[in-house]
């Protein structure tokens, strides 16, 4: 079972499956994370395991207007998960926060990738993965 945790370790988590990785490149990621893409695993609600739940929760809105909560640590900067109203029912962990080499190797490697139309020019497509311009359509 993968696991994670915040940079002190005070909040850890595990998880069964993640139903898509991915990496977004939107503009709003990108302020985020601080980087210039996130690294996403979304999961179904259920299938994410917390040894508390993140004491910290942050209000934002995604670029297109959709409300996003961040839920993270209230005793380091890291935040273990998004939620948000396009996705209900999803949790949105971000894929840096996996410990150790084999779960980042694995369950970090995404398929997919999104809002491409911002990907900053110096960095090529990921071999082998599906590119979005945006969001994916609903299924
Ligand atoms: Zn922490
Ligand atoms: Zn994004």
């Known amino acids: 079972m993968p696991q994670g945790s915040c940079l002190c370790g005070k909040l850890t988590y595990s998880y069964d499956d993640a139903v898509m990785k991915c990496i977004c490149h939107c503009l709003t990621c990108r302020k985020l994370t601080g980087s210039t893409y996130a690294t996403a695993l979304l999961m179904p609600e259920d299938s994410l ?17 959709m409300k996003m909560q961040f839920h993270g640590c209230d005793s380091c900067p890291s935040t273990l998960y998004k939620t948000a109203a396009g996705f209900p029912g999803v ?4 894929a840096g926060t996996l410990d150790g080499k084999d779960d980042i190797a694995t369950e970090g490697k995404p398929g997919g990738e999104l809002w491409v139309k911002y990907r900053v020019p110096w960095l090529k497509p990921l ?4 590119q979005f311009e945006e ?3 609903p299924n």
Do not use: D, S, Y
Not at 51 to 64: E, G, I, K, R
Not at 91 to 94: A, D, N, T, Y
């Open 135 to 137: 969001f994916p359509p």
């Open 91 to 94: 949790k949105i962990v971000f």
């Open 49 to 65: 395991k917390t040894n508390a739940n993140p004491p910290l929760v942050t209000n934002a809105a995604h670029q297109v207007g």
């Open 127 to 130: 071999e082998g993965c599906q």
